[in-house]
């Protein structure tokens, strides 16, 4: 219990506060958990409910840890099936398609989720139900007796370098800034990997970043010439420890959701009419590439990419610009 409070605590404290107050938040917690003795209460007064339903809960998200799932995906993981679970308010076994299907629509208006939301809801479920059934808790997994969520896939739009250059000219005198945004549209680097980017990873001579993705699996990312002058310069002699730091916390690493309004900040001063935020420059880094004629597996080995299926929605979105741009040019 002395582990898994805070951890639960933390989790749902990081869906309303920035990563400087959670940081707080943890050392309030380590400092005074200790000295006091905490036993959960039994969910519904019902003894069965907790031995059949959180033991095998807690051993799931140790096996998915162990797997290498990274923090904020267990995170969400752990929120929305603890949700199902007191929706339904029995044993794991004894669910039904019915109270998947009751729950999915329960929860999309409850939350005004998307289709695309639900869906995503509906797969981790299926996942939980899937280790259940393979290590022999249940007999049948109830979410595959559902019928899959079909929801309307939209084409997304990269910044154009016209959007890309008036970036740069917003943050050319805020080294830090401007940093920042070359290291992700240089690298297609996801917020977590570049969160977690050692000093120590990064080789200069060649020009490249070993990286931690999804699973602990590990990758090497290119950087540019104009990120590598910026990245020099920035850290400025320092050798090891998270590339940024929190502005209000000198000894603290910088937390997902300040690293995302740093540049939704980037996005406002260069005037953009959406968000500047981690995805979008991913998402420029995998179309411009696309455009520059790189093959399909090579940039999904770049992007931490399993399935090209997911490496595939770029290519789309480059003939969508690619088309644009041909009906700019030719009459």
Known sequence: METTLPNELIGELKKKLGSESIFEVEKALNRILPMYEIVRREICGCKDFDEDIYILYREYFRKKESAGISKTTLSQYSYQIKEFIQYINKSPEKA???????????????RNLT????????????SFYTWLQINGYVRLNPVKQTEPIKYKILTREALTMYELKQCRKACQLDLRASTMLELFYS???RRAEILSIDIQDINWSGRYIRILGKENKERFVFFSVRCSKLLMEYLSGRAKGQIFISKRYSNAPIGKQAIADELRNIGKQAGLKRNLHPHLLRHTFAVTM???NVALNDLAIIMGHEDLKTT??????????LRKEHERAID
């Not at 039904?96 to 409850?110: Q, W």
């Not at 289709?115 to 299926?126: G, V, W």
């Not at 595939?312 to 610009?321: D, N, Q, V, W």
């Open 312 to 321: 595939a929605i770029y290519a789309k979105s480059s003939l969508t610009r």
């Open 290 to 292: 696309m455009e520059h």
């Open 187 to 189: 690298t297609g680097c």
């Open 115 to 126: 289709m695309h939301s639900k869906s995503l809801r509906r797969t981790i479920l299926s």
């Open 96 to 110: 039904s398609a019915e109270d998947v299907n009751n729950f999915l629509d329960f929860i999309k208006e409850k």
